[in-house]
């Protein structure tokens, strides 16, 4: 990440931290605090995934981090559908063709994670639905 794009997360991050959003086109849902899911570009499983609430842990975060990997960051989604008091998410396998047609395979399937949401702390066990993290929970 250069400078210049470093400098720009900082303005967006600050502007969230003073809840100056007054003009961002982001849902409400994702507005109320300054979470923020920082991804591995090429990882699966959970792997890697931090889970940030400032600038400074964003900063912190990616530099103690390996300087050739990429990483995805993005505004979490801080008040989310639940599914019994819990996050979800629902995968299904899909193709879409050449021709625009779509091909779904009809088993699906929907994980949770393992803790009851809450914005009040940031473990992964309540913020991250992933089946190979959430088997490491005393409460999966």
């Known amino acids: 990440m250069g400078s210049e794009e ?3 997360l900082r303005k967006l991050s600050k502007k969230f931290e003073r809840k100056d959003i007054a003009f961002e086109t982001l849902p409400a ?3 109320e605090k300054n979470f923020w899911i920082l991804k591995p570009e ?3 499983r959970g792997t890697g995934i931090e889970i940030v609430t400032s600038y400074r842990d964003m ?4 530099h103690s981090k390996a300087k050739c990997e990429n990483y995805v960051l ?3 989604i801080e008040r989310p ?3 019994y008091g819990r996050k979800f998410d629902i995968r299904v396998l899909a193709v879409i063709d050449n021709e625009k047609n779509l091909w779904h395979y009809k088993p699906c399937y929907c994980r949770t994670s393992s803790n ?3 914005l009040d702390n940031n473990n992964k066990f309540i913020h991250l639905t992933n089946n190979c993290f959430q088997m490491k929970s005393e409460e999966y």
């Open 59 to 62: 900063v912190n975060t990616l």
């Open 81 to 83: 559908l639940l599914y």
């Open 74 to 76: 993005q505004k979490y």
């Open 42 to 44: 090429n990882e699966n």
């Open 116 to 118: 009851k949401y809450t």
């Open 6 to 8: 470093l400098n720009q």
């Open 29 to 31: 849902r994702q507005l």
